[in-house]
């Protein structure tokens, strides 16, 4: 059973930045390299939004509402996605969760997630 935990998220000023970071352990079933990847987030009282997005093959995509500041990025020999996020502003306070991509759809379960906040 694939597995995810993300990490990396906190309390930042208006402006500032945070590195989020989502492990993801395999079986001997599956190899990471294979795996399409999202990031997601969720504000409190709002439905999960999709993020940032990046393929097997390193293709990237963003929501409207953060290309730009963020960016996605893939390490297949340690397992993990990241997502750089720059000039974050108070719209941006969600809980980040990552997550594994077939289809357009969510595959696994989801972790715990990271709580980002950012206020002054």
């Known amino acids: 059973q694939v597995q995810i935990v993300e990490s990396g998220g906190g309390l930042v000023e208006p402006w500032g930045s945070l590195r989020l970071s989502c492990a993801v352990s395999?079986?001997?079933?599956?190899?990471?390299?294979?795996?399409?990847m999202c990031w997601y987030r969720q504000a409190p009282g709002k439905q999960l939004e999709y993020v940032a997005g990046?393929?097997?093959?390193?293709?990237?995509n963003y929501a409207d509402s953060v290309k730009g500041r963020f960016a996605i990025s893939r390490a297949n020999a340690k397992n993990n996605v990241d997502l750089q996020m720059n000039s974050l502003q108070p719209e941006d306070t969600a809980v980040y969760y990552c997550?594994?991509?077939?289809?357009?759809?969510?595959?696994?379960?989801w972790g715990q997630g990271t709580q980002v906040t950012v206020s002054s």
């Open positions: 990046i393929t097997s093959g390193e293709i990237v």
């Open positions: 997550n594994r991509i077939l289809r357009g759809r969510a595959i696994e379960n």
């Open positions: 395999t079986t001997i079933f599956s190899s990471f390299s294979t795996f399409d």
